[in-house]
T-cell receptor, first 113, second 115 residues
Framework: KNQVEQSPQSLIILEGKNCTLQ??????????LRWYKQDTGRGPVSLTI?????NTKSNGRYTATLDADTKQSSLHITASQLSDSASYIC????????????FGKGTMLLVSP | GAVVSQHPSWVICKSGTSVKIECRSL??????MFWYRQFPKQSLMLMAT?????????EQGVEKDKFLINHASLTLSTLTVTSAHPEDSSFYIC???????????FGPGTRLTVL
């Protein structure tokens, strides 16, 4: 069964600090992995997309890593801002005959002033 | 980037009434549209998948007669919650797949509250 596990479940950090969110998956066959940011009451917005051959990708203060061998990904946020407070969701796409998405439950990040 | 819109963004209705939610892909043709439901502090749960011009495929446990999906064109899909009850109150998010990279884009969501 395809699964995506995220940790921690929730996280509180001070403004300006860095943090790293983790994502472990057992989706097979693997197509790509995306990190989404979802503000409360809004739809998810894509931050990064990682394919099998990519190890790291940055989007501003967001840096995602992927280890396809261990099936782990991380999202690193540097110099956090209050607006980073949101749920961060790891979504893995399988490359089966009919592509499907498997969602993690998300990490709720709160950046405190 | 590609944009997916939903209308309305929020709706409050009385128990027993039906509510229609629209999902539009604004600048690309969506071969497939997805409907998700999200309860507070939970992840998105796929309800159904629809391809333009064909019947939707519902996930296990989702009542197709209660959640009517119509995908009449490559840019529009509608979800109708029939005879809504308070337990149907949730955040409904649509997603559309298409474009050059065949990427899946999410709409902003619709908050449904059934009194």
């Amino acid at each position: 069964k395809n699964q995506v596990e995220q940790s921690p479940q929730s996280l509180i950090i001070l403004e300006g600090k860095n943090c790293t969110l983790q994502c472990n998956y057992t989706v097979s066959p693997f197509s790509n992995l995306r990190w989404y940011k979802q503000d409360t009451g809004r739809g998810p917005v894509s931050l990064t997309i990682m394919t099998f051959s990519e190890n790291t990708k940055s989007n501003g203060r967001y840096t995602a890593t992927l280890d396809a061998d261990t099936k782990q990904s991380s999202l690193h946020i540097t110099a956090s801002q209050l607006s980073d407070s949101a749920s961060y969701i790891c979504v893995v796409r399988s490359n089966s005959g009919y592509s499907t998405l498997t969602f993690g439950k998300g990490t709720m990040l709160l950046v405190s002033p | 980037g590609a944009v997916v819109s939903q209308h309305p963004s929020w709706v409050i209705c009385k128990s027993g009434t039906s509510v229609k939610i629209e999902c539009r892909s604004l600048d690309f043709q969506a071969t497939t549209m997805f409907w998700y439901r999200q309860f507070p502090k939970q992840s998105l749960m796929l309800m159904a998948t629809s391809n333009e011009g064909s019947k939707a495929t519902y996930e296990q446990g989702v009542e197709k007669d209660k959640f009517l999906i119509n995908h009449a064109s490559l840019t529009l899909s509608t979800l109708t919650v029939t005879s809504a009850h308070p337990e149907d109150s949730s955040f409904y998010i649509c997603s559309a797949r298409g474009g050059l990279a065949d990427t899946q884009y999410f709409g902003p969501g619709t908050r449904l509250t059934v009194l």
